[in-house]
C-alpha cells in the first residue's frame, strides 16, 4: 500500500509563487510515475504534471513554463514549484502515483491565488 501526503498549499496573491511537496511512504517502486493533479469547483480532475524516476516530466499547457515537477527518489518526495500564480490555478492540488493498472491519491491540498 501507498501513502501520500501533501502539504505547501495556501492563499497567495497573483504573481506570486509556492512549493508543493508530496512526501509517499510504503513501497516505492522507481519505475512508479508520480505527478500532480488539481481540480477547481464545477471542473473536472486534470494533470498538471507527472515524472518518472529518470527525470523524464510532462506539463500541462497551461502551466509550462511557470510550474516545475522534481523528484527526490531517496525521499519519495515529489515536488511542485509554481511561480507566476494566476487566479485560474486555484484549485485542490492532489498528488498521485501511477503503478501499472493502480492508482493512488493524496488527501489533497488548497492553492487560492487572488487577484
Known amino acids: 500500500q501507498v501513502q501520500l501526503v501533501e502539504s505547501g498549499g495556501g492563499l497567495v496573491q497573483a504573481g506570486g509563487s509556492l512549493r508543493l511537496s508530496c512526501a509517499a511512504s510504503?513501497?516505492?517502486?522507481?519505475?512508479?510515475?508520480m505527478g500532480w493533479y488539481r481540480q477547481a469547483p464545477g471542473k473536472q480532475r486534470e494533470l498538471v504534471a507527472s515524472i518518472i524516476s529518470s527525470g523524464s516530466t510532462n506539463y500541462a499547457d497551461s502551466v509550462k513554463g511557470r510550474f516545475t515537477i522534481s523528484r527526490d527518489n531517496a525521499k519519495n518526495t515529489v515536488y511542485l514549484q509554481m511561480s507566476m500564480l494566476n487566479p485560474e490555478d486555484t484549485a485542490v492540488y492532489y498528488c498521485?502515483?501511477?503503478?501499472?493498472?493502480?492508482?493512488?491519491w493524496g488527501q489533497g491540498t488548497q492553492v487560492t491565488v487572488s487577484s
Open positions: 510504503g513501497v516505492i517502486f522507481s519505475s512508479d510515475v
Open positions: 498521485n502515483l501511477r503503478r501499472a493498472i493502480m492508482t493512488f
